[in-house]
């Protein structure tokens, strides 16, 4: 039992001292060099208590015997097995690794469990490989705690990697094809210091504020792309902005920040710099502006002065050369004198005339040059020529009730300007100038004038006065109006005055009558009539000789009376409409029940059922 003891004793000792024969080991520092043996596998018998362990630049590739090999070596931190052929993440790497280097290798997936036991790495260089967006896994440095540096420059990946160790601090993947950086793929890295993007593709990708996620970041490389703008919200604490070899034309007044230090503009299409937009650089301590196509003319003034105050950041100074105008080729911008930046007006050319109508105006404006930078914005004041026998040299010198709005440039948008609320057949002036120049430096140079055409509304001309128009058809419509109106006036008083007789004579004939009734009689002898008269207000009763009562005193209302015996009760004047009457012309009839006279009054007339011999007007027969 003793001597299997001291025989695994002297096994361990031995395995823990030996080193392998392709190797060469130092004890003392505990590394073991096994590179460029030409190794297919890890080799069998490292010491366990091997520190450091290099095998780059062997064909070693992913097999469980080299994974096994490996698994023993429990105090290993560092790893280097960069030019092999792994095609994938090793496995079941011992957990004490902090450093692992797995450059130019084939590797081209990463998967979920790739870190599950690394949780002390720190450190992974993935450079060179082949791992794309869709072989790395969004899980796969999940587990990855502690690591703060990662580089996989020269992969294939084309957008910034999401799911990224929030610990991370360092990252760089330049020399990828990489177009797009998204928000999503930024917003844990709060802890980045350094990234480096450069030699990409990116062009417009960098989406709205993704940089900005990136509180801690001090150091931006995005050198060799295709930027056009410099990306917007930069984040606050950047000191260091390398934005050479990219397609910049301009320099824009919100592209930089506060707190930068240093910034590398050269290499660039830069033509000229937007007033304003080197002012907020305190802390700026160099500058590269070299290698740029700048153009000398008036939008280059901002920065000859600017160049002036800060002379000795500017490591390049004498690099700073006028590309164009021809004229000044190839001379240096700290040669040039500021009253030689100019800009040439092109006359007559800035605007085109489209549609004119008698209402509106359709034009085209193409700028004043073609060398007009994309921050430069137009501007239109327009007016009525009010005044006789004046040119635009006066109405320019007045600028009084003018309209202003921004203009389209044909340069950068293919839209029409239109102006509209014309008054038509009115001579009008148009003038521009840039957002660089005040109202004051428009010259006649920049105007013209164009004339609102006569109003035509299917096919009707307009009837202009001094301070406006009325066409023919409105006044026509105007006249027919009053005509109406008239017209109606006059029969509403027509049927007032109808409408007025009718209630009159109704009144008349309704709150006027008399009522009458026999108070004895015979057939030979007729003795009286009573006769009630109600004259609109009270009744009047009187007694009336039958032989001498006037119906023309009772309002010319017929009075007939019905026959019947004196011992009978005097009828009533209803009763006695439709009763039998007598009549001076005509024969009695007494088997007759109705006899109705006729009056000789043209408003009210009544027939007689038997009798067609007329009433007259001189009283009542009975």
């Known amino acids: 039992m003793r001597l299997l003891k001291v025989l695994l004793l002297l096994t361990a000792a031995s395995y823990g001292s030996c080193c392998p024969r392709v190797c060469r080991c130092e004890s003392r520092r505990k590394v073991v060099y096994c590179h460029e043996r030409d190794l297919q596998y890890i080799p069998y018998g490292i010491p366990s208590d091997t520190v450091e362990l290099r095998l780059q630049g062997n064909r070693i590739i992913n097999s469980p015997s080299s994974m096994h090999n490996l698994r023993h070596l429990r105090h290993l931190r560092k790893l280097d097995l960069h030019r092999n052929k792994l095609t994938s993440f090793p496995k079941t790497l011992p957990r004490s690794l902090e450093q692992i280097d797995l450059n130019s290798n084939e590797i081209r997936f990463i998967g979920r469990d790739a870190f599950k036991f690394l949780t002390n790495l720190r450190e992974l260089n993935l450079d060179h490989n082949d791992i794309t967006n869709d072989g790395l896994s969004p899980t796969a440095f999940q587990n990855a705690t502690l690591l703060e540096t990662l580089t996989m420059n020269g992969n294939s990946l084309t957008s910034f990697p999401e799911m990224l160790p929030n610990t991370l601090r360092h990252f760089q993947v330049k020399k990828n094809q990489i177009e797009t950086v998204s928000s999503q793929s930024t917003l844990r890295l709060g802890k980045l210091v350094t990234l480096d993007l450069s030699q990409n593709v990116i062009s417009d990708g960098v989406e709205s504020g993704a940089l900005g996620f990136l509180q801690s970041l001090t150091s931006l490389n995005l050198r060799d792309n295709e930027l056009r703008h410099i990306p917007s919200v930069l984040p606050e604490n950047l000191e ?39 002012d907020n650089l305190p802390k700026l301590l160099r500058i590269e502006l070299q290698g740029n196509p700048w153009r000398c003319d008036c939008y280059l003034t901002y920065l000859k002065k600017w160049l002036h105050s800060i002379r000795p950041i500017l490591s390049s100074e004498s690099n700073v050369r006028c590309s164009t105008p021809a004229k000044f080729s190839g001379v240096t911008l700290r040669a ?55 040119s635009l040299r006066d109405v320019v010198a007045s600028q009084s009730a003018l309209s202003v709005m921004e203009l389209a440039s044909e340069q950068r948008l293919e839209t029409l300007n239109m102006v509209n609320g014309l008054q038509p057949e009115s001579t009008y002036v148009i003038c521009a100038r840039t957002s660089q120049q005040s109202m004051n430096d428009v010259t006649i140079k920049s105007c013209t004038s164009f004339r609102s055409t006569e109003a035509k509304i299917s096919g009707v001309s307009v009837v202009s006065g001094n301070r406006g128009t009325i066409p023919t058809w409105g006044i026509a419509c105007i006249g027919v109006l009053i005509f109406g109106i008239v017209v109606v006036v006059m029969l509403l008083l027509l049927w007032r005055r ?48 039958t032989t001498t009562l006037d119906a023309r005193k009772e309002f010319d209302v017929t009075i007939m009376v019905r026959g019947q015996d004196a011992t009978t009760s005097p009828p009533s004047l209803d009763s006695a409409m439709g009763a039998s009457s007598a009549c001076a012309t005509c024969s009695l009839n007494r088997n007759s029940d109705v006899m109705i006279a006729r009056h000789e009054d043209l408003r009210h007339s009544w027939y007689s059922a038997h009798c067609a011999t007329d009433l007259d007007d001189t009283g009542v027969y009975v």
């Open 240 to 278: 260091e902005l390398v934005l050479s070899r990219n397609s910049l034309r301009y320099l824009r007044r919100t592209s930089l920040n506060l707190g930068l230090q240093s910034v590398d503009l050269s290499f660039n299409q830069l033509e000229s710099v937007e007033p304003g937009a080197l």
């Open 498 to 545: 109808y409408t007025n007789q009718s209630k009159l004579s109704r009144r008349r004939y309704s709150t006027h009558y008399s009522k009458a009734s026999i108070v004895s009689r015979s057939m030979d002898n007729l003795h009286q009539v009573q006769i009630r008269q109600f004259n609109g207000r009270s009744f009047h009763q009187r007694t009336a000789s």
């Open 336 to 390: 040039m004198d500021v009253e030689s930046l100019v800009c040439d007006v092109t006359e007559g050319s800035a605007f085109e005339l489209l549609n004119a109508t008698s209402m509106s105006f359709e034009f085209l404006f193409h700028g004043f040059r073609h060398s007009d930078p994309e921050y430069v914005s137009y501007f239109a004041f327009y007016g009525v020529l009010e005044c006789r026998n004046c």
